[in-house]
C-alpha cells in the first residue's frame, strides 16, 4: 500500500516563503511521477508542479519562476518551495505520485493560507 505524508503547510504572508515536504512509502514498483496539486475552496484541483524519477520537471504558469519542485530519491521524498506566496496562492496543497503500473496516489492535503 502507497501512502503520501506532507507536511510544512501552514499560514504566511503575502511575499513570504514555505517549503512543503511529500514522503512517500510502500513502493510498488518503479515511480513514474511525483508532484503537487493544489484546490481552492470552490474551485477545482489543479497541477501545480511535477518531478519525474529522471529529475524532469514542469509547473503552471501562475507558479513558474516562484516555485521550484525537488526531489530526493534516496528518501522517497519531494519538496515544494514556495516563494513570493501571493493570497490566490491559498489553497490546499495535494501530494501526488504515480507508478507505472497504477494510477495515481494523493496524499491528505496540507493547508497554505498566504494572507494580504
Known amino acids: 500500500q502507497v501512502q503520501l505524508v506532507e507536511s510544512g503547510g501552514g499560514l504566511v504572508q503575502a511575499g513570504g516563503s514555505l517549503t512543503l515536504s511529500c514522503a512517500a512509502s510502500g513502493s510498488i514498483g518503479t515511480r513514474k511521477v511525483m508532484g503537487w496539486y493544489r484546490q481552492a475552496p470552490g474551485k477545482q484541483r489543479e497541477l501545480v508542479a511535477t518531478?519525474?524519477?529522471?529529475?524532469?520537471?514542469n509547473y503552471a504558469d501562475s507558479v513558474k519562476g516562484r516555485f521550484t519542485i525537488s526531489g530526493d530519491n534516496a528518501k522517497n521524498t519531494i519538496y515544494l518551495q514556495m516563494n513570493n506566496l501571493n493570497p490566490e496562492d491559498t489553497a490546499v496543497y495535494y501530494c501526488?505520485?504515480?507508478?507505472?503500473?497504477?494510477?495515481?496516489?494523493w496524499g491528505q492535503g496540507t493547508q497554505v493560507t498566504v494572507s494580504s
Open positions: 501526488m505520485t504515480q507508478y507505472y503500473i497504477s494510477g495515481a496516489y
Open positions: 518531478i519525474t524519477s529522471g529529475t524532469s520537471t
